[in-house]
């Protein structure tokens, strides 16, 4: 089973129908998983559209979209329209192909359990609170005048909750209810916020603010311990292994960034996705969009492009933890100069510098 994982959409209809869905459909992906920041947003029209139109276009490619919650969705409001219908799994079904995945939600794919956490702090919330007001203010005023001029009297509708929810983050109460109902290891992890322990290098929601939401989420990390963590949120791309338990149990923490109407200095379209795959064999692998767009360049003419760089990553993972190679005698890793297989075959030197990335 493959999973295609998107970082932050923002209801961008067009991202999704340009470069998401195709990039998904490309890889062979058997489903989407996208980690918040998703665009539920149904209190607005807008919200509606975007959810129609990409469902017909999911529906179009047999495509599922799993979406958990970031800080600008609108979730309650998701789960007050649909969260009496849940599919099998126990997702909520907002349309025929796209799925909320609800706070906490624990499930399994290919025999791997996976489990997601929706949510994070807005720094911009004083904003978000002041502009809803302003909005209700003009409302009101608009209102007043319709009455002045002897019209009958309409009602005018608050406007909290519609630009800044304020269950975007959980409670500790609620976290911890959360974690006594299933205390257990979990395979993969998917997350709006990101864990605190990991060191994304360029952060700016690293804010005291910030910090409860993410020290909740490292609580979970060294609960579950799972072999994978993807978050969104930052609108960064990034890959880190943490140590996740005090034995030698490791989890490559993998950061996406969002949709090109959001995107930050120095952003590329392959930032914000990555896929997993499930093999049969019970290994799980990873491939970011950044790695296989570094390895294109590299990659031995010829070969099918994606099971070539499936190959070169199990190769690099098998390197990066010193087991032989399946068909050579191991790696050998010089200080400097290329790594040689052990039959004397070079590494490409993009192969070098992603060795001595965080990847295992
Ligand atoms: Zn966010
Ligand atoms: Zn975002």
Redesign the pocket.
């Known amino acids: 089973m493959r999973v295609f994982i998107a970082g932050?959409t923002h209801g961008n209809t067009n991202w999704w129908l340009s470069y998401l869905l195709p990039t998904a459909k490309a890889h062979r992906a058997d489903v989407i998983v996208q980690v918040?920041?998703f665009g539920f947003w149904e209190h607005e029209p807008d919200g509606i559209t975007y959810l129609d139109r990409l469902n017909r276009e999911a529906a179009a490619q047999c495509i599922v979209i799993y979406a958990l919650h970031?800080?600008?969705d609108n979730w309650s409001d998701t789960m007050r329209r649909y969260g009496h219908d849940r599919d099998d799994d126990g997702f909520v079904r907002v349309r025929s192909h796209i799925r909320y995945i609800p706070q906490g939600h624990v499930w399994t794919w290919a025999g791997r359990s996976m489990r997601a956490f929706g949510g994070?702090y807005?720094l911009d919330k004083e904003w978000r609170i002041k502009t809803e007001r302003k909005r209700e203010a003009a409302a009101w005023s608009r209102e007043n005048e319709r009455r002045a001029a002897g019209k009958a009297p309409r009602d005018v509708p608050s406007f909290a909750d519609t630009l800044w929810f304020r269950d975007e983050e959980m409670t500790d109460q609620e976290f911890t209810e959360l974690m006594v109902a299933h205390i257990f290891t979990v395979d993969v992890v998917f997350s709006?916020?990101k864990p605190r322990g990991s060191d994304p290098g360029l952060d700016l929601k690293n804010e005291p603010a910030c910090h409860p939401n993410q020290d909740r989420l490292q609580l979970a990390l060294h609960t579950h311990r799972p072999r994978f963590w993807f978050h969104?949120?930052l609108h960064h791309a990034y890959t880190q292994t943490l140590r996740s338990g005090d034995d030698d149990t490791f989890t490559d923490v993998i950061g996406l960034s969002c949709d090109d109407a959001a995107r930050p200095r120095f952003w590329r379209p392959y930032d914000c996705w990555a896929v997993l795959d499930l093999l049969d064999d019970e290994r799980m692998v990873v491939t970011t969009g950044r790695l296989l767009e570094e390895l294109k360049a590299e990659v031995t003419p010829g070969l099918p492009a994606d099971d070539g760089l499936r190959t070169i990553t199990l190769a690099i993972m098998r390197a990066k933890r010193g087991t032989p190679h399946e068909e050579h005698d191991g790696w050998d890793l010089p200080a400097d100069g290329l790594p040689t297989c052990g039959c004397g075959e070079e590494l490409p030197g993009v192969l070098k510098a992603i060795l001595d990335g965080p990847l295992r």
């Open positions: 932050d918040g920041d970031g800080n600008h994070a807005s709006h916020d969104g949120h």
